[in-house]
Nanobody, 116 residues
């Protein structure tokens, strides 16, 4: 499974960005797909994920501000980020979990920088 992430950049606090992550395989073979982020000097933490069933899950810090969605026809997951804060600054990593292979796959990180 290969993942192609895009959409990071520099934005002012209060602004919005949308991240995209396209998978090289059908999403029907992926148990969950989503985003982690890692700020400098910190561990990588889950931001949001969407399961094969369509159920979504968010970190408390982004609830109400971020929305994860998918386009199964394009094998793509999106993370719409609004009301961005400087503390959202991090490298965002797309991931996909293959149930068939019991393996987690990672895309290249995309940097999101929120200026105050």
């Amino acid at each position: 499974v290969q993942l192609q992430a895009s959409g990071g950049g520099l934005v002012q606090a209060g602004g919005s960005l949308r991240l995209s992550c396209a998978a090289s395989v059908s999403m029907s073979s992926i148990g969950a797909m989503g985003w982690y982020r890692q700020a400098p000097g910190k561990q990588r933490d889950l931001v949001a994920r969407i399961f094969l069933s369509g159920t979504t899950d968010y970190a408390e810090s982004v609830k109400g501000r971020f929305t994860i969605s998918r386009d199964s026809a394009k094998n793509t997951v999106y993370l719409q980020m609004t009301s961005l804060r400087p503390e959202d600054t991090a490298v965002y990593y797309c991931y996909a979990f293959s149930v068939l292979r019991d393996t987690m796959y990672w895309g290249r990180g995309t940097l999101v920088t929120v200026s105050s």
